[in-house]
C-alpha cells in the first residue's frame, strides 16, 4: 500500500492496512497493531503526527471490536 506522508492516514486507510497485515502474515489483531506500529511509525508515536498516531488508536480498537 501507498503511503502519503504529507497528510493524516485516516481510519479506513489503517484498518484496511491492519487487514493486509493479518492475512498476509495469518497473525492476530494484536500482532497486526505491532506490526503496523513498527512499520509506519518506527516505533515513535509522533513519528507520522498525532493525529495519524489516534487515528491508529481509533482503527486498532474497531478491529479488535470486530474480531470479538
Do not use: P, W
Amino acid at each position: 500500500m501507498v503511503i502519503n506522508h504529507a497528510g493524516v492516514l485516516g481510519r479506513e486507510y489503517l484498518i484496511a492496512y491492519m487487514k493486509l497485515i493479518i492475512s498476509a502474515f495469518e497473525c492476530s489483531v494484536d500482532q497486526a497493531k505491532d506490526l503496523t506500529f513498527q512499520r509506519l511509525f518506527t516505533l515513535k508515536e509522533d513519528s507520522m503526527g498525532q493525529e495519524t498516531y489516534q487515528q491508529f488508536l481509533l482503527a486498532y480498537k474497531e478491529l479488535k471490536e470486530l474480531v470479538l
